[in-house]
């Protein structure tokens, strides 16, 4: 577990962002709470080779946007992230 919360640390930090644990102030009966993808998921999606420099990943309730981030990083893809709710610019 201690190597896992490195991990989710290190990458938080080379990203600039601050994704890190379950956020439930926003659920409801109508909205999940946040809770991000692993970052070691997302390395396996990245190393998987289906998303490349030229593709557009385009995330739909992409929440703080951890996913996009990551991705773009390391693929070089373009991405787009559409989050309904509150302004997601106080998590950057």
């Known amino acids: 577990m201690m190597k896992e919360d490195k991990n989710e640390t290190r990458w938080d930090k080379l990203l600039h962002i601050r994704t890190m644990g379950r956020d439930d102030s926003n ?16 390395e396996r999606l990245a190393n998987a080779g289906y998303m490349r420099k030229g593709n557009t990943l385009l995330d739909y309730g992409c ?30």
């Open 63 to 92: 929440g703080k946007g951890r996913v996009d981030f990551f991705l773009s990083c390391q693929t070089r893809c373009a991405s787009i992230g559409i989050e309904i709710g509150l302004p997601q610019s106080h998590w950057l």
């Open 27 to 42: 659920a409801d009966r109508y909205r999940y709470p946040y809770e991000p993808t692993p970052y070691s998921v997302l």
